[in-house]
């Protein structure tokens, strides 16, 4: 793990930018900022970041485009969860490999997890019949 407490430099890498919003429209100067900092990170040969914070009105407009706050709330709480998971399977698995976990009750919960999202990526597709078939109408009509 690095120590922020030193000057290295090689810790710290790539160009961040600020992007300012103001009820949901980024602020015409964040594109000027990214211009200038592309510029930058090609000439440190490192990679550009953009930090967006978002606040009251970046959640009513995100709760207006998905139809409703039931849903809104429900994406905020998916995303949250799958971090979570994703997290959980990485730290259990890794720690693991390299004996800074023991096995325990949380690593076979991180394996059911793995075991479930891989399921869920490379499943057959459920729609595929219906998409096939809508086709074949469309061809046939």
């Known amino acids: 793990m690095a120590d922020f407490n030193n000057t290295n430099l090689a810790d710290f890498s790539g160009v961040w930018v600020f992007c300012e ?21 090609d000439d440190m040969g490192t990679e550009v970041c ?11 407009s995100m ?8 849903f809104f709330w429900f994406a905020i709480l998916f995303q949250n969860l799958m971090a979570y998971c994703v997290a959980l399977v990485v730290y259990q698995l890794v720690g693991l490999a390299i004996g800074e976990v023991a096995f325990n009750v949380f690593t076979i919960v991180a394996l ?20 096939s078939e809508g086709k074949a109408a469309k061809a046939g009509a």
């Open 112 to 131: 059911v997890v793995l075991a479930a999202l891989l399921y869920l990526l490379f499943r057959p597709d459920p729609n595929k019949k219906k998409v």
């Open 21 to 41: 919003q103001r009820q949901g429209k980024l602020q015409p100067t964040v594109l000027e900022l990214i211009s200038e900092a592309r510029k930058l990170a």
């Open 63 to 70: 709760a207006k485009e998905l139809g409703n706050r039931k």
């Open 50 to 60: 953009g930090l967006l914070l978002g606040g009251k009105g970046v959640a009513d």
